[in-house]
């Protein structure tokens, strides 16, 4: 039982270049989420996924876009990476949306020169 | 609007200094309030979830308590081990948590 994985865990892109993130859980978890965390700031709501087949957007959505290919996986592209996208990506799921936990991935580091 | 912040932003304890870590927050209508530990480099790890004042949940050193307005986590006799970033956020019904920005707790031998 991994629950939440994210690949990769490091990624260097040069301005403009694009990229998926891919993430995956084992829980059988009806909702998945994508954060950033940037220093002195806290965790903030990129896209997220209710259930299989919705998506939505969170606090800070523009410049990505995200894929819930099934109920395991869900992709967060840059489709034009800037530097300020520069951060470190967390996905998470939970049982559902609404007052449940959040389980969350180990992280991927992105720089963007 | 919804707002969560932790205090203080950083905190140093010799070992079996107990002390608290605070969350206030202002929200529309709490659903729920949950605590993580973040260790660097990775992601957080869930410990507890808050749903009403006056609730109480406890975890071996840890213990989390919630009123109306701001919620504590009680780290009674640490250790080391204990050293990580405490994150706190609220569920307000949105489907959208807000997380504070931490505080950074360390634990000293």
């Known amino acids: 039982n991994a629950g939440v994985t994210q690949t990769p865990k490091f990624q260097v892109l040069k301005t403009g270049q694009s990229m998926t993130l891919q993430c995956a859980q084992d829980?059988?978890?009806?909702?998945m989420y994508w954060y950033r965390q940037d220093p002195g700031m806290g965790l903030r709501l990129i896209y997220y996924s209710a259930s299989e087949g919705t998506t939505d957007k969170g606090e800070v959505p523009n410049g990505y876009n995200v894929s819930r290919l099934n109920k395991r996986e869900f992709s967060l592209r840059l489709e034009s990476a800037a530097p300020s996208q520069t951060s470190v990506y967390f996905c998470a799921s939970s049982p559902r949306t609404a007052t449940y936990e959040q389980y969350f991935g180990p992280g991927t580091r992105l720089t963007v020169t | 609007e919804d707002q969560v912040t932790q205090s203080p932003e950083a905190l140093r304890l010799q070992e079996g200094e107990s002390s608290s870590l605070n969350c206030s927050y202002t929200?529309?209508?709490?659903?729920?309030l949950f605590w993580y530990r973040q260790d660097p480099g990775k992601g957080p790890e869930f410990l507890f979830t808050l749903y009403s004042a006056g609730e109480e949940k406890e975890k071996e050193r840890l213990k989390a308590t919630l009123t109306k307005k701001e919620s504590f986590l009680h780290i009674t006799a640490p250790k080391p081990e204990d050293s990580a970033t405490y994150l706190c956020a609220v569920d307000s019904g949105t489907y959208k948590y807000i997380f504070g920005t931490g505080t950074r707790l360390k634990v000293l031998a």
């Open positions: 829980m059988n978890h009806n909702s």
């Open positions: 929200v529309s209508g709490l659903r729920g």
